[in-house]
C-alpha cells in the first residue's frame, strides 16, 4: 500500500523551483534541462570559446561563426550549409544588384550580431540548436 513512493529521491528545478524525480532530464513545469552538469552556466560556451572571434567569423563568412560556436543547427540546417546559402545568396546579389555592397553587408553584420547576442546566452533571432 505504501509503494506510491517508491523514490524519495527529488531534485528542484533550478529555474522554477518545481519539485522533479531526481533522475529527470527536464522539469516537468517549465520544461528546463535539469542535467546536473549544467545549472546555470549557460554564458560559457563548451572549451571557452572567444565571442568576439566568433562574432568576426560570422561576419566574415556567416554560418561559420555558428559552427565554430557549436551549434549544431541553425534555422534547421547546419552551420556549413547556411554558410554555402548565404554565399550564393550574396553572389546573386551581387551580380543583380547596384547596391550589393550595402546589402551583403547587412547580411553579415545582421549574422554577425545575431551570433554575438547568442554568445552572451540570449536566444538572438535565428533559431539555433547545439
Ligand atoms: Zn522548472
Known amino acids: 500500500m505504501a509503494d506510491y513512493c517508491a523514490s524519495d529521491s527529488f531534485m528542484f528545478c533550478s529555474s522554477c523551483g518545481t ?4 533522475n ?17 552556466a549557460r554564458t560559457t560556451a563548451p572549451g571557452q570559446k572567444n565571442a568576439i572571434l566568433a562574432t ?4 566574415l563568412f556567416p554560418g561559420i561563426g555558428y559552427w565554430y560556436w557549436g551549434y549544431r543547427k541553425v534555422a534547421t540546417i547546419s552551420p556549413v550549409l547556411l554558410f ?6 550574396e553572389f546573386v546579389i551581387w551580380n543583380y ?3 550589393s555592397t550595402l ?3 547587412l547580411i553579415s553584420a545582421f549574422f554577425a550580431y545575431d551570433l554575438y547576442v547568442k ?9 539555433a540548436t547545439k
Do not use: M
Request: net charge negative; hydrophobic share 45%.
Open 56 to 59: 568576426i567569423l560570422n561576419f
Open 84 to 89: 554555402i546559402a548565404v554565399a550564393v545568396l
Open 24 to 40: 529527470a532530464t527536464f522539469c516537468v513545469n517549465c520544461g528546463v534541462s535539469l542535467s546536473a552538469s549544467a545549472p546555470t
Open 97 to 99: 544588384l547596384s547596391y
Open 119 to 127: 554568445t552572451t546566452g540570449q536566444r538572438g533571432w535565428i533559431e
Open 103 to 105: 546589402i551583403s553587408l
Open 19 to 22: 519539485k522533479n524525480e531526481d
